[in-house]
């Protein structure tokens, strides 16, 4: 559990160096989720389940999904999908891929390692985080699944939403530039260059 530990630690300063460095906002807060994710595995090596639970669920979770949910929402540029096709590079990949690897197998031997772990009779946080990873893992997964699917879905709205009103506006302006006609002076139109 040691080495876990250390090779859990390292793994979190590299992803929070990595989100400190990134140009991509979301980029950036993907490599802060592995980080947090990271940290959640030392807790649970140091033996707090519970706070490592509260770690993947409120911060990993809820608190990076809304900072996600908002940095996709104000991404109003015109260049936010090339951006996108470039994320889809392979190469973009290898980086969160190896780090999310990890993290997994660390998961797998922590699961294998506490399943002989014995149980008390009182319920307290120890028991409740190793609920938690053990026995209804997959009901933390689905319900991330869910939020995620709602993010996806919410983001794909409000783009429409905002194609629409931009090509509303550009319809207004060109309306009201044909309105104006020739009308217009400009500043310093009829000057020569002697009358300065």
Not at 14 to 43: E, G, K, M, N, Q
Not at 133 to 143: C, D, H, K, P, R
Not at 157 to 183: F, M, P, S, V, W
Request: charge should be negative.
């Amino acid at each position: 559990m040691v080495t876990l530990f250390y090779l859990a630690g390292i793994l979190a300063i590299i992803a929070t160096l990595l989100a400190v460095t990134r140009h991509h906002a979301v980029h950036a807060l993907l490599y802060l989720i592995v980080s947090l994710l990271a940290v959640a595995v030392d807790f649970y090596t140091l033996g707090a389940p519970f706070v490592a639970a509260l770690e993947i669920m409120i911060y990993a979770g809820a608190i990076m999904v809304l900072f996600v949910f908002v940095v996709m929402m104000l991404n109003v540029a015109e260049h936010a999908m090339e951006v996108e096709r470039l994320s889809l590079n392979p190469v973009n990949w290898v980086g969160p891929s190896l780090l999310a690897f990890i993290l997994l197998a660390e998961m797998v031997y922590c699961t294998l390692a506490s399943s002989n772990a014995s149980r008390a009779a009182t319920v307290g946080p120890k028991q409740v985080g190793t609920a938690l990873f053990g026995t209804y893992w997959i009901g933390v997964e689905l319900a991330s699944l869910l939020l995620m699917a709602g993010l996806v879905g919410a983001y794909h709205l409000g783009r429409q939403a905002l194609a629409k009103e931009e090509i509303k506006h550009a319809a207004d302006t060109n309306t009201a530039r044909h309105d104006t006609g020739g009308d217009l002076v400009h500043a310093g139109a009829g000057r020569t260059d002697h009358a300065a």
